[in-house]
C-alpha cells in the first residue's frame, strides 16, 4: 500500500489547512488510519486517529477542539482538517495505516506510513 499525503504548506498563525492522505494499492475501508507529526529535533507525535467507519475518532490534546480528522473510504482517503493553527503545529506530518480496524495512538500500531507533508505556522 502507498500513501500520499498532501496540503501541507506555509500559513500565519490563526490560519487553516487541510491535509489529505490518498492510499493506492490497499482499500482502507477495513482499516483504522491516523496522523502523526514530527518537529524538527522532537520525536514522532500522534495528532489524530479514526477507526475503519469513522465511528471511533480520537485525539492528542494538543489539538483537540482545533484539528478534525475524517476519511471517505469510497476514496480510499483520510483527511486532516486544522484550523486555528498555532506556530508549535509547524511539523512534517504523515498519515499511516493501521493493522487493526481502530488504529491506535503508538506509531507501533501503524504498518504503513505517507512520506510527510510540511506544515509551517508563521508567528
Known amino acids: 500500500v502507498q500513501l500520499q499525503a498532501s496540503g501541507g504548506g506555509l500559513v500565519q498563525a490563526g490560519g487553516s489547512l487541510r491535509l489529505s492522505c490518498a492510499a493506492s494499492?490497499?482499500?482502507?475501508?477495513?482499516?483504522?488510519m491516523g496522523w502523526f507529526r514530527q518537529a524538527p529535533g522532537k520525536e514522532r507525535e500522534f495528532v489524530a486517529g479514526?477507526?475503519?467507519?469513522?465511528?471511533?475518532?480520537y485525539y492528542a490534546d494538543s489539538v483537540k477542539g482545533r484539528f478534525t480528522i475524517s476519511r471517505d473510504n469510497a476514496k480510499n482517503t483520510v483527511y486532516l482538517q486544522m484550523n486555528s493553527l498555532k506556530p508549535e503545529d509547524t511539523a512534517v506530518y504523515y498519515c499511516?495505516?493501521?493493522?487493526?480496524?481502530?488504529?491506535?495512538?503508538?506509531?507501533?500500531?501503524?504498518?504503513?506510513w505517507g512520506q510527510g507533508t510540511q506544515v509551517t505556522v508563521s508567528s
Open positions: 494499492g490497499r482499500a482502507i475501508s477495513n482499516y483504522g
Open positions: 479514526i477507526s475503519w467507519r469513522g465511528g471511533i475518532i
Open positions: 499511516a495505516i493501521s493493522g487493526s480496524t481502530i488504529g491506535g495512538r503508538t506509531s507501533t500500531d501503524y504498518g504503513y
